[in-house]
């Protein structure tokens, strides 16, 4: 999985809690990205990251929150106002934006 | 929609058999790539094909890119039961910040 850990591997949570997952990188790796994967589906980005202290809205950003403060971290949040937030998260970052990514290992969050 | 569509969804194959998927999108590209994933794993870069190329290959991979018709395709030759996957087509939109998109997958299996 490349140099990119996330954590943990399996989550979870009680509805009404927020909850955030962990995604490291050691590639020194100027962007960053969070997805969402469900069953039989393909990724569904959430937020982007392509350089530090700035990030950009995905297609799906509503109810997630992120912050880049390191080059090597982006954490995601998932927040109470997300809907439906039992999915598998993947992490993932690349040289420069557009180019080929890097996945982590992916975390499998859910709620009750 | 700018997301690629993949066909066919679901593919077996006898183990030695090639295996061929197929991905159009919508809008001109920079580049397209290809990505598996295993069960419940991230997902692995494959193969790059930028928009001024028309064929690469990468072992028994072989990315074909067509512009005119907006398709890529990927071929497995001489599969094995390894090659048990899914299989994620990608692109990079011109002008589209460097996200990429994803299709929803061709999910492959080979049977020894």
């Known amino acids: 999985d490349g140099g990119i850990t996330q954590s943990p591997k399996y989550l979870f949570r009680k509805e009404g809690q927020n909850v955030t997952l962990s995604c490291e990188q050691n590639l020194n790796h100027d962007a960053m990205y969070w997805y969402r994967q469900d069953p039989g589906q393909g990724l569904r980005l959430i937020y982007y990251s392509q350089i530090v202290n700035d990030f950009q809205k995905g297609d799906i950003a509503e109810g997630y929150s992120v912050s880049r403060e390191k080059k090597e971290s982006f954490p995601l949040t998932v927040t109470s106002a997300q809907k439906n937030p039992t999915a598998f998260y993947l992490c993932?970052?690349?040289?420069?934006?557009?180019?080929?990514?890097?996945f982590g290992p992916g975390t499998r969050l859910t709620v009750t | 929609s700018q997301q690629g569509e993949e066909d066919p969804q679901a593919l077996s194959i006898q183990e030695g058999e090639n295996a061929t998927m197929n991905c159009s999108y919508k809008t001109s590209i920079n580049n397209l790539q290809w990505y598996r994933q295993n069960s419940g794993r991230g997902l692995v870069h494959l193969i790059l094909i930028r928009s001024n190329e028309r064929e690469k290959h990468s072992g028994r991979l072989r990315v074909t890119l067509d512009t005119s018709k907006k398709s890529s395709s990927l071929l497995i030759t001489a599969s094995r039961a390894a090659d048990t996957a899914s299989y994620f087509c990608a692109t990079d939109y011109s002008g589209n910040t460097g996200k990429l998109i994803f299709g929803q997958g061709t999910t492959l299996q080979v049977k020894p």
């Open positions: 993932a970052s690349s040289i420069t934006a557009g180019g080929e990514q890097y």
